[in-house]
Every structure is written in structure tokens, then in C-alpha cells.
Nanobody
Framework: QAQLVESGGGLVQGGGSLRLSCAASGSIFSINTMGWYRQAPGKQREFVALITSGGSTNYADSVKGRFTISRDNAKNTLYLQMNSLKYEDTAVYYC???????????WGQGTQVTVSS
């Protein structure tokens, strides 16, 4: 069964940077569009960014120009470079397979990102 394990979160001051990683097991990674989603306390999970198997990317307006999604198919790993972090970026970040623009799962445990103002 495919699994996704997110890492790289932490506490950072506003304006700082973090790099998240998502390690995928199984055969789901290289052929699929992968995405990052996040869920802040009391809010619904929301789309952050996605990358196709060919490397095309798409971003939520709220992170465009600050976040960069990338992937290493040889390592079955997805990345999210987050720069110029804002307080409102505070959330648990998850990676998952994306199909037709919707998160398909599976879901990992997520990684907490906390930005202090």
C-alpha cells in the first residue's frame, strides 16, 4: 500500500523559509500529479501547489511567488520550498496524489508549520 511521509516543518519567524519534503513509497509517485495541501486550525484543508509528472506546476494565489514545488522522481520525493513566510501560512501541510484537480489520497500524517508574527 502506498504511503506518504511529510517532514521539514517547524517554527519560523515571519519572513523566514522552510523546505518541506514528502517521501513516497510504492508505485504511486512517478506517474502521478502530486500536490501539497494545508489545513489551519478551524479551517478546511486547502490547495497549495501541484506538479505534474512532466514538471508543470500550479499554485494557489496566496502562495504564488513565495512557494516553489518540485519533485525528484528518482528519489520518489516531493518538495515545497517556502520563502517569505507569513503568519497566515501556519498550518499542517500534507502531500497527496492529485487527479483531475482534486486530492485523491493517500494522506500522510502531515508536518506542522508555525510562523510567528
Amino acid at each position: 500500500q502506498a504511503q506518504l511521509v511529510e517532514s521539514g516543518g517547524g517554527l519560523v519567524q515571519g519572513g523566514g523559509s522552510l523546505r518541506l519534503s514528502c517521501a513516497a513509497s510504492g508505485s504511486i509517485f512517478s506517474i502521478n500529479t502530486m500536490g501539497w495541501y494545508r489545513q489551519a486550525p478551524g479551517k478546511q484543508r486547502e490547495f497549495v501547489a501541484l506538479i505534474t509528472s512532466g514538471g508543470s506546476t500550479n499554485y494557489a494565489d496566496s502562495v504564488k511567488g513565495r512557494f516553489t514545488i518540485s519533485r525528484d522522481n528518482a528519489k520518489n520525493t516531493l518538495y515545497l520550498q517556502m520563502n517569505s513566510l507569513k503568519y497566515e501560512d501556519t498550518a499542517v501541510y500534507y502531500c497527496t496524489v492529485v487527479k483531475a484537480g482534486f486530492p485523491l489520497g493517500p494522506w500522510g500524517q502531515g508536518t506542522q508549520v508555525t510562523v510567528s508574527s
